[in-house]
């Protein structure tokens, strides 16, 4: 059963002569508990796929569908109950005169829960925070644990399908192991559905299922962990990619 | 045994805070001599700021302090401020990691690269521009002519990476401090750039310090490496042994990496012990 | 535990265990370091003094500022009971300032209030929504900005009539656009960046996301601009005053009493200076907050 269907979505930036066409044309589908990545170099189009996803890119054409339902132009509240993203740089992706307790606490509130409180006591507890850092800012918190409060937060109104943008490019090594730890955790405890972007060959390998090579806007080859790690990829430009990060 | 370029003593990076002093690099001590010297760390280890002082860049109200940081015999701890001018640029040159930052948005990269020339050396505009069209096609940039008169907007991520290499090689030096030089391109590019880097090294028989917070491209690229924790050097070690490393520091390092031939269902976390950064600095002397 | 806790160690807590001490000690932190900055504690300490002086007025000043003694007009420097002399009608001139602090103070208060929040309130506005709603309220903004401050605050003195609410008025009316712009720039930036689309995913209208993640950070650099304004608005003030426009005698607006000054400046030049010095010395002590302020509230100076 499919989570996300994408068929033939076109993204592009800017009118006329200015226009830029970002993504052209991708196809895949995402299954149910399924983690997917997506490979490419910076400028390939693969963030603008999980902004085309959320609404974030507005120009955009083809056929998306989320749990069978289509996705129209405008997304209604339930969307995002079920869809939620992970930033890249969580240095950019929290308010900065915002607490952790602010920050969970409002998207709690705008998704119309009651039980405040026990939810972000809960929800910090889920991401290995703890309580000591409810009432932090963003600037006392490393890098580590703000990308934990803003995991928390895409967590916050139980999505089903979680898209990662890059979650740990912005990190030093061993806290990118405690955050891919953290997320293969929770995918296995709640039963989600990851769409990750990264530019990293071996990330992708240890965290997704299946993957999708990019490259200028298009998705060239997709196929699966066991042949990324056979090195058994068709394409010239995924062999190139592989090579490279190896 | 190689030649000693740069001896550098004891160094401590001091920052005064409200809350007493910051050490950011807390007495390290190594040499270099004609190879390629990579300095990796996770950030916060004080690897950057190492590369700073060794040109005296740190900011005030930052302090620098070192028995000796000699380059050639020559103290440049004791070196005027004036004086310290003539050594940046012209005996050690500096790669920073975004090059978009390096380079002056509003005049061409042929311009640019003249004037740097013509600051080091006295020749007539025509030699100068010859001598960049040659610099740049060193740094394996076709089509250079239209490069020069290209402004750095227009330019990629390598390509910019690559003008910013030939503008520190220009004035010849002899120690050359690349910092994060390739992180913020990408992989296939990233090589590219490497090569260059390593080939100009080579033939001109220069210094490099490669400070990075990737362990496997430094094991690749560089013949001996320094691990830098909490300001500190906590192991020396050739390049092409680094996967045999022992401290566990860096061992906790390299199994925090996903691999792809070596796939697990998770990834080892690195446990810091508190004796790390109360043990001695290791001297990376040769 | 809580008893040996000093208080200090419970404002600068790394780790706060309520909202609202995590509020306070946000704040004592950014007090912190707006203490280290001299100059800054000098012209807060100026401005404390200022409201101080106003709000006890009636105690500290030796004389009726209304009252006239035309027998000992125009006493100089040091006179018996008048230290800062006496004006044209024999009217102790350290009693006007005195209670021509409390007029500044108004006005000051009364601009600082409209000016600013009706700028925020245009330049996120049309920073935000963007389309033709940017271009109409950026237009109407040019407009504003085009006239020449004093004589649009003259026209619209002149035709409201004199007095120093429709001074006020008037000078508010000038003072809005370059916040508006201020705001507009500043919410073009944060518009684009992560923790706003973060935001917009979890179905977050304008309204909230303006008034709720823009505004806290425009505030700010708008106070910062405020109190950097704050001297061209008492100048200004001071300015009407001068030409008759702003406060009406025998009111001690200290404008007002240079421009009854004027008159001896020759002769008699301190009627006229006191008030001057005065101005000078809170629009300084303006400055120097402003400058200390913006170290400490402009997101983009620190960290």
Not at chain 1, 84 to 113: C, I, K, N, W
Not at chain 2, 6 to 13: F, R, S, T
Not at chain 2, 17 to 41: H, M, P
Not at chain 3, 85 to 110: K, M, P, Q
Request: net charge neutral; aromatic share 6%.
């Amino acid at each position: 059963m499919s989570m996300l269907d994408v068929n033939g979505l076109n993204v592009w930036f800017g009118k006329n002569r200015d226009r830029v066409d970002a993504v052209k044309g991708a196809t895949f589908d995402v299954g149910q508990g399924e983690s997917f990545g997506l490979v490419g170099e910076s400028g390939s189009g693969k963030s603008t796929i999980l902004r085309a996803i959320t609404g974030l890119a507005p120009n955009w054409s083809g056929a998306m569908t989320l749990d069978g339902k289509p996705i129209g132009k405008k997304r209604p509240k339930e969307f995002f109950k079920t869809v939620q993203m992970v930033f890249q740089d969580p240095y950019a992706s929290l308010h900065p005169r915002h607490s952790v307790d602010q920050v969970l606490g409002e998207t709690l509130h705008l998704h119309g829960f009651k039980d405040i409180d026990t939810r972000v006591v809960k929800l910090l507890d889920d991401v290995g925070l703890g309580q000591k850092f409810r009432f932090r800012y963003p600037h006392q918190l490393s890098g580590g644990q703000r990308q934990r409060v803003a995991i928390a937060r895409a967590l916050a109104p139980e999505p089903e399908l979680l898209l990662l943008d890059e979650p740990t490019s912005a990190l030093d090594v061993s806290v990118q192991a405690e955050i891919l730890n953290l997320l293969a955790d929770l995918r296995n405890d709640r039963g989600l559905t990851y769409l990750m972007v990264s530019h990293d060959l071996s990330v992708v390998g240890h965290m997704c299922d299946r993957l999708a090579v990019m490259k200028d806007g298009e998705i060239v080859e997709i196929l699966d962990v066991a042949a990324l790690r056979a090195m058994n990829a068709t394409h010239t430009y995924s062999k190139q990619l592989l090579e490279a990060s190896l | 045994m190689m030649s000693t370029l740069l001896d550098v003593q004891n160094l401590w990076v001091r920052f005064p805070t409200r809350n007493g002093v910051f050490d950011a690099v807390r007495g390290v001590s190594f040499t270099l001599g004609r190879e390629r010297l990579g300095i990796v760390g996770e950030s916060g280890s004080g690897k950057s700021m190492t590369g700073r002082a060794i040109l005296r860049l740190i900011r005030p109200p930052g302090i620098v302090e070192a028995d000796q940081i000699s380059l050639e015999g020559q103290d440049l701890m004791k070196l005027s401020e004036k004086d310290m001018r003539a050594v940046r640029g012209q005996r050690i040159s500096m790669v920073m990691q975004d090059p978009k930052f390096s380079l002056n948005p509003v005049m061409t990269i042929g311009d640019q690269i003249i004037e740097a020339y013509r600051l080091h050396n006295s020749a007539s505009k025509a030699d100068a521009y010859n001598k960049s069209l040659e610099m740049l096609e060193a740094v394996s940039i076709r089509d250079a002519e239209r490069v020069m008169r290209a402004y750095p907007h227009e330019m990629s991520g390598g390509m910019g990476q690559r003008i910013m290499i030939a503008m520190m090689l220009i004035p010849n030096p002899e120690i050359l401090i690349a910092d994060e030089p390739t992180s913020a391109l990408d992989v296939s590019v990233q090589r590219q750039v490497l090569d260059i880097m390593d080939k100009l090294v080579k033939e001109r028989g220069m210094g490099l310090i490669f400070i990075s917070h990737d362990l496997n491209l430094v094991a690749d690229f560089c013949d001996r490496v320094l691990i830098m924790y909490s300001g500190r050097i906590v192991e020396v070690c050739d390049a092409d042994k680094l996967h045999e490393a022992k401290h566990p520091y860096t061992r906790g390092l390299l199994n925090s990496l996903p691999r792809l031939d070596a796939p697990r269902d998770r990834l080892e976390v690195l446990e810091r012990d508190p004796e790390w950064s109360e043990a001695p600095s290791v001297s990376g002397s040769e | 535990m809580a008893e040996t806790q000093t208080m200090r160690e419970w404002l600068l807590a790394e780790t706060p265990t309520s909202r609202r001490h995590a509020k306070i000690s946000a704040l004592y932190q950014g007090w912190l370091s707006f203490r280290s900055n001299t100059m800054a504690m000098i012209g807060l300490g100026i401005l404390v003094l200022l409201v101080f002086i106003a709000a006890a007025a009636p105690l500290l000043s030796p004389h009726d500022p209304f009252v006239q003694d035309l027998g000992n007009r125009l006493a100089p420097l040091g006179t018996d009971g008048h230290i800062f002399g006496t004006d044209s009608l024999g009217r102790d001139i350290l009693s006007r300032l005195i209670y021509g602090a409390r007029i500044t103070l108004y006005i000051v208060a009364l601009v600082a209030l409209i000016a600013p929040i009706a700028g925020l309130l245009v330049g996120t506005v049309s920073g935000y929504v963007g389309g033709w709603t940017d271009t109409v309220l950026m237009r109407i903004t040019d407009i504003f900005l085009a006239f020449p401050r004093l004589v649009l605050a003259l026209a619209f003195v002149a035709a409201l009539g004199a007095g120093i609410e429709n001074a006020v008025l008037a000078i508010s009316l000038t003072a809005w656009p370059p916040y508006a712009r201020i705001a507009r720039a500043e919410t073009l930036t944060i518009r684009s960046s992560d923790f706003i689309s973060a935001i917009k995913l979890q179905g977050a209208g304008p309204l909230r996301i303006i008034t709720k993640h823009i505004w806290p950070l425009c505030i700010s650099s708008l106070i910062v601009r405020v109190t950097l304004d704050m001297a061209g608005i008492i100048l200004a003030a001071a300015g009407l005053g001068f030409l008759g426009l702003g406060a009406q005698p025998p009111s001690p607006e200290w404008g007002a009493m240079i421009s009854e000054g004027r008159r001896f400046i020759l002769d008699y030049w301190w009627v006229a200076t006191m008030p001057g010095l005065a101005i000078f010395t809170v629009s300084l002590a303006f400055n120097l907050l402003g400058d200390g302020l913006r170290d400490v509230l402009d997101p983009k100076a620190g960290e």
